[in-house]
Each structure stands twice: as C-alpha cells, then as structure tokens.
C-alpha cells in the first residue's frame, strides 16, 4: 500500500534527532505527485530542523509501474532482501544507492530499454573518453529524453554541464540487441549496471558478424 510513514532520523551533521516522512511503497499511477519527485530527486530530501542541514536520506524503498510493468526495489543496506515478492512478467530491478535508482526509475519510465541503455552507456563512455582524454570523464548519468535526443549529465556537482546523443543512436544498439537474439534469462531482481552488461557477454552483439567461409569448389 502506498502510504506514508514517519521515524526517527538522527542527523549526521549535529546528531539531534527528528521525525522524517518515508514512503517505502511507491506506486507510481496510483500517486504520480510522489513519482514525480522521485523522479526530480526531492523526495528523499530532507532538512534537519535543528541545524539547518540539507541530505539526501536513502532508505528501503519499492517503486513500481503497474502499466509499464516494472519493479525498483531500493536496498540500502545489501544484507536485506528485497522489497517485494517475484512478479511475473514484469522488469524487476535492484539498486543499492539513491542515485541509482532515482536514474534506473527515469531510464525506464522513459520507456528505455535498460539493457541497451547500458550498452549504450559503456560504448558511448568509451568513446567521450577517447575523444577528450583531458577531461577525465568517468562516468554518465542519465538524466532525460528531450526532442529526440538523450541527455546525459557527466558532473554531478555540475548538473548543467551535459552531453546528448540522438535517439536513434539508442534504437540502432536496441535493434542490435534485438537482432542478435541474446537475451539473458533473469529470474527474480536483477542489478542492472555496466558490470553486469560486461559480464553477461551482451556486448558481442555489437561485434562484427563474421562473414561465411566460401565453400571450396
């Protein structure tokens, strides 16, 4: 049920206590005012009325999508199990930091395939990196879909500085996932991240197909 709740938060900054609000069950068409700033990023806001201190509060937090079907289920702390049961048919994925499920949230409410996004995201990493060794580029975060376009920011002390890549260029690497026919089986909650794409092989369907021998005559 997506309600919310309150406890006890003690903060890191003058270790006075104070009462957070938490919503550990969000659903995103039954409260698309939560989701929405879940999506912004000020939901897990919070600020410590002793002393004035701005936070992030990242706690177990579950978020589906009930017409898009997908499941994030935020775990802070790895040793919990996640936060809800298996759900057939649906895209079920676990995130351990704030910052990656508030992005996990926004790739697939934009309708993203996140397999590909994180293809995507290795390849075009690569390639900014090649490209502009000088500026020590280590990392894109996703940000949004706008006019065809896929922005990314690329500091995240500075949410202005970003670079975009055409949509298409996100199809043509969904369509080479797709036409290679690999699709990894998932059973249950998945952590989808670059490590998980290196490991699971997915990335040789961007591999040149080796051309058929001719028959010897």
């Not at 937090?61 to 079907?69: E, F, G, M, V």
């Not at 790895?78 to 790739?107: C, D």
């Not at 934009?110 to 502009?132: C, H, N, P, S, T």
Request: proline share 8%; hydrophobic share 35%.
């Amino acid at each position: 049920m997506s309600k919310p709740h309150t406890t006890t938060f003690t903060c890191p900054n003058c270790n006075e206590n104070f009462q957070i609000e938490q919503w550990n069950v969000i659903n995103a068409t039954k409260n698309p005012e939560i989701s929405d700033k879940l999506l912004h990023g000020s939901l897990f806001y919070q600020t410590c009325p002793h002393c004035g201190k701005r936070m992030h509060v990242a706690y177990t937090c579950l978020y589906t999508n009930h017409d898009k079907k997908f499941v994030i289920s935020l775990r802070p702390n790895p040793n919990e199990p996640a936060a809800a049961p298996l759900m057939p048919h649906y895209q079920m994925r676990l995130e351990y930091t704030l910052s990656g499920f508030v992005e996990r949230a926004r790739i697939l409410e934009a309708g993203l395939d996140d397999m590909a996004f994180e293809m995507m995201r290795i390849v075009l990493l690569a390639q900014i990196q090649k490209k502009y060794p000088d500026k020590n580029i280590t990392s894109l975060r996703f940000d949004c879909v706008q006019d065809d376009e896929i922005y990314f920011q690329i500091d995240p002390a500075n949410p202005r500085e970003q670079v975009k890549v055409p949509l298409p260029y996100f199809w043509r690497m969904e369509d080479q996932l797709r036409d290679s026919g690999y699709r990894p089986k998932v059973s249950g909650y998945l952590a989808m991240n670059g490590k998980w794409v290196q490991q699971s092989g997915i990335l040789n369907c961007l591999l040149p197909k080796k051309q058929p021998e001719n028959p010897q005559e």
